[in-house]
């Protein structure tokens, strides 16, 4: 079946520009993460939607950063006035409902291919 | 906090020669550990996982276990093959929070025929 996907592959753009990054996750996975990742340096947690929970927004870096998904399906994530330090990889990721405290366990969290920003 | 510290990179080896990147964690609680490959051009997907101490994850060759007095969770592989290039990612997660990976910095593997 189709895995996650992301659009744009790639991006650039100049300081001071907003941009939207897009997230298509497996159909039935409840559960999207957004990650960043700059390079030479490991993905870091932006931030967690699961169904119509509040989501976990304590990985953004600003509050230039925002991000929206409705329901289960598609998740938009918005850089406002992008700065130099914005150029990363931003990778999506989903998942099965989170289990929860009741089950010693954890569901595969599966990663679409990434945006490239690159902010000039 | 909780933080993940793999071995830096890169590691450029032999084909067949045994392989191990370190990883060692600081975590509050009991978390659930992975490593995570992505090959060039590829996504990052799930090597393998342990969910709690002395559980050994495997996968394709490769091996960690779970070591809580350590806390560590070191990636073996007895005999790599050049297809094994690519960049190894440790990570953790906790069960009862978001799920939400903490990642090291990344170890890129390069294996030459």
């Known amino acids: 079946g189709a895995g996650v996907s992301q659009s744009p592959s790639n991006k650039v753009t100049e300081k001071g520009k907003d941009v939207e990054l897009r997230c298509d996750p497996i159909?039935?996975?409840?559960?999207l993460y957004w990650y960043r990742q700059r390079l030479g340096q490991g993905l870091e947690f932006l931030i967690y939607f699961q169904g119509n929970s509040a989501p976990d927004k304590s990985g953004l870096p600003s509050d230039r950063f925002s991000a929206e998904r409705t329901g289960e399906s598609v998740s938009t994530l918005t850089i406002q006035r992008t700065q130099q330090e914005d150029s990363a990889v931003y990778l999506c990721?989903?998942?099965?409902?989170?289990?929860?405290?009741?089950?010693?366990?954890?569901?595969?969290?599966?990663f679409g291919p990434g945006t490239r920003l690159t902010v000039t | 906090g909780n933080s993940v510290t793999q071995m830096e990179g890169p590691v450029t080896l032999s084909e067949e020669a045994f392989l191990t990147i370190n990883c060692t964690y600081t975590a509050t609680g009991y978390p659930s550990l992975f490593w995570y490959v992505q090959y060039p051009g590829e996504g990052l997907q799930l090597l393998l996982k342990?969910?709690?101490?002395?559980d050994k994850g495997s996968n394709k060759g490769f091996e960690a276990t779970y070591r809580k007095e350590t806390t560590s969770f070191h990636l073996e592989k007895g005999s790599v093959q050049v297809s094994d290039s690519a960049v190894y990612f440790c990570a953790l997660s906790f069960s009862g929070n978001t799920g939400k990976l903490i990642f090291g910095q990344g170890t890129t593997l390069q294996v030459k025929p």
């Open positions: 990721a989903s998942s099965l409902e989170w289990p929860g405290l009741a089950l010693r366990s954890s569901y595969e969290q599966y």
């Open positions: 342990a969910t709690k101490a002395d």
């Open positions: 159909s039935g996975h409840t559960a």
